[in-house]
């Protein structure tokens, strides 16, 4: 046993790079995005760090091109799951035992290899396979992914040296265990950085984990099992286990073994979860901790100080980046009725000028939402609100999914502030405003609060401070990020720790100890180096 403390607290956020005209990263990425588009590979399952093929298969196909066929992937049965189940726990008599800082070594590691040479594979299989732009890629399946490994090592070490007061004559210590059985993660398709985090939290903290990625971005799933392995992750501490929901969790959430759950995706599928938990709590060993993310309808609360201008360039990012398809995305705005007119002649201008098409071409703005069951499912709104006369399609609306899942970006003008696409989250390309009358903000601050089951993300948009104090008050349980003057997207790991409550989640905080701590189970230890030696109290004695 080695005898030092290791010091991470110099850790930085990963730079984003431009890949501008005549960038080295530029250059690199084009290649790599020819190379991944024309090559077709296979994908297994891998548990116990052994490639399984089931011959039960599936297509990985580009969204913006769904003809084309990036990978043919094998799908886990009963079988594999029982497998994966036992990999984890052999996997786990070694791995739990490590030191924290072998542990944290893998994944400082593997974040340096993807700051290199890593960098331009795992964005171009993020680009192809989930129709994300250059800058989306970048900021998602590069940086974030970097930071969430090192920062996360450095938020092991500062809960390993939180420690109780030792009185003298005692020694008091704390030991925090990695949770008993596995740990089951399950990741949505828009974040290669949710993917990974939800896997390799548990694991940093000595936990063993079955990840079921979604089944729309497997490859870059692959691409970063094959990334672990390549920094030195010992086998079984992650298995890889695409499948359907059904066969996958109907088989992992009753088992006695279940010590923990890190989900992101619909609210629907994490309640459903959550109550098969809850009709198997007599079942467990231990309570499985249950962390998730489901979701958000987030708003964009602008008032009559607020720069117009940045308004504008804030809600076509916040509303449009990846097509919407961010829990953190800008779904509502409540406009002043002072501003209206002036704000729908800029906003229709600038959003004219955004380009769609495939990603390999870096001049779009665009892409194609991910996959069929979305497609149909945001035009099903959209048609809602053509059909109404509680709303009206003020931009956009289209749709053409014969090559790709394209969707035009779309605003809706809600005439009743609880028009379905005011309240339900879409998770696609669509803006649904409600004009309010310039004497009702802090009334309209209430209906902003009450209108929507979710507590995600927010902003508020003014120059006047006690209107921004009024927004932060009113509003202080809407979102769980919040944003003054800015866009209710792209929270930073260390700088803005994400997460929400209502519908929302659990708020454990992705990118901050908030979240490592839920995978640990503390034990406290006192050590007595002078111990009594009679029971007899001393009021026990005669006067």
Not at 345 to 366: C, H, R
């Amino acid at each position: 046993m080695n005898n030092y403390v290791i010091n991470l607290k110099n850790i930085k956020n990963e730079p984003v790079k431009s890949y501008a005209p005549g960038s080295p990263e530029r250059a690199e990425l084009k290649k790599m995005l020819e190379k991944i588009h024309n090559e077709q590979i296979e994908i297994p399952l891998i548990i116990g760090g052994k490639e399984i093929y089931t011959g039960n298969t599936g297509k990985v196909v580009e969204p913006h091109n769904h003809q084309h066929v990036l990978a043919t992937y094998h799908k886990a049965g009963p079988k594999e799951i029982e497998m994966a189940i036992e990999a984890a726990r052999e996997a786990k008599k070694y791995w739990a035992s490590l030191p924290w800082e072998h542990r944290a070594s893998v994944f400082l590691k593997a974040a340096e290899l993807l700051s290199t040479s890593w960098r331009a594979t795992l964005n171009a299989a993020t680009m192809l396979n989930q129709s994300k732009t250059p800058f989306q890629a970048e900021i998602d399946s590069a940086c974030e992914v970097i930071d969430f490994w090192r920062f996360n090592s450095k938020y092991m070490s500062e809960i390993f040296t939180a420690q109780p007061d030792s009185p003298q004559g005692q020694l008091n210590r704390m030991d925090y265990r990695p949770l008993e059985g596995f740990i089951f993660a399950v990741s949505p398709f828009n974040f290669t950085s949710i993917a990974a985090n939800l896997a390799t939290a548990p694991a940093m903290m000595g936990n063993t984990v079955l990840w079921k990625p979604a089944s729309t971005a497997i490859l870059s799933g692959y691409y970063l099992m094959k990334l672990y392995e390549a920094a030195g992750m010992p086998p079984g501490v992650i298995n890889f286990v695409p499948g359907s929901g059904a066969t996958v969790g109907n088989i992992i959430l009753p088992h006695p073994e279940l010590a923990g759950i890190h989900f992101t995706g619909s609210t629907n599928t994490f309640q459903t979860m959550w109550s098969i938990v809850g009709k198997n709590i007599r079942k467990y060993k231990a309570y499985p901790r249950i962390v998730g993310e489901t979701g958000g309808k987030d708003f964009v609360f602008v008032h009559p100080s607020a720069d117009l201008d940045a308004v504008v360039a804030n809600l076509v990012r916040g509303a449009y980046e990846y097509q919407g398809q961010k829990c953190s995305a800008a779904s509502r705005a409540y406009i002043p009725k002072s501003m209206w007119n002036e704000f729908i002649s800029k906003f229709e201008a600038e959003v004219k000028t955004i380009k769609m098409g495939d990603v390999m071409d870096f001049s779009v703005f665009m892409s194609a939402v991910i996959d069929e069951n979305a497609f149909d499912s945001i035009m099903g709104y959209i048609n809602e609100a053509k059909n109404s006369d509680k709303a009206e399609v003020l931009i956009g609306g289209n749709g053409d999914k014969s090559k790709g899942y394209f969707i035009e970006p779309t605003l809706i003008l809600a005439k009743d502030p609880h028009f379905v696409t005011m309240e339900e989250e879409i998770f696609g390309p669509v803006l649904t405003v409600y004009v309010y009358d310039d004497d009702k903000y802090e009334e309209t601050l209430h209906l902003c609060d009450q209108t929507s089951p979710y507590g995600l993300t927010g902003a508020v948009f003014a120059t006047d401070r006690l209107a921004i104090q009024k927004a932060e008050e009113i509003l202080r349980w809407s979102a769980g990020n919040f944003y003054i003057n800015d866009k209710p997207t792209g929270a930073v790991v260390n700088q803005q720790p994400f997460g929400g409550s209502r519908a929302s989640g659990t708020n454990d905080k992705a990118g901050s100890y908030l979240n490592l701590i839920r995978w640990v189970t503390p034990r406290n230890i006192k050590e007595t180096f002078a111990p009594v030696r009679d029971y007899r109290y001393p009021y026990m004695e005669e006067e």
